[in-house]
């Protein structure tokens, strides 16, 4: 199981960026799908995640900017940020949690390579 994560760079604040991440191998469902940030000197931290039905939940610091979504029929999760701000300035890593090769087979829980989003003038 890959996840290729993409749509990083380098945008103004007030601006906006839309990360993409597919999970591809063999997959039968994905649980959970989210992202996660980590600035240097910092913890690597949830800044948004949804269920394969489409629950989210949000990091405080990201609610009402940024938008979580999916497409569980291509296994891929988007994350929309928008009115960004310099503190949002992270690399960016995608997880998919429950990764099942069968319905009820266990689930594995794997990580993207980060993306680079960087907020300044």
């Known amino acids: 199981v890959q996840l290729q994560a993409s749509g990083g760079g380098l945008v103004q604040p007030g601006g906006s960026l839309r990360l993409s991440c597919a999970a591809s191998?063999?997959?039968?469902?994905?649980?959970?799908m989210g992202w996660y940030r980590q600035s240097p000197g910092k913890e690597r931290e949830l800044v948004a995640s949804?269920?394969?039905?489409?629950?989210?939940n949000y990091a405080n610091s990201v609610k009402g900017r940024f938008t979580v979504s999916r497409d569980n029929a291509k296994l891929t999760v988007f994350l929309q940020m928008n009115s960004q701000k310099p503190e949002d300035t992270a690399v960016y890593y995608c997880?998919?949690?429950?990764?099942?090769?069968?319905?009820?087979?266990?689930?594995?829980?794997?990580w993207g390579q980060g993306t680079l989003v960087t907020v300044s003038s």
């Open positions: 191998g063999s997959i039968f469902r994905i649980d959970v």
């Open positions: 949804i269920t394969r039905g489409g629950n989210t």
């Open positions: 997880n998919a949690d429950g990764v099942r090769r069968t319905w009820s087979g266990p689930g594995y829980l794997y």
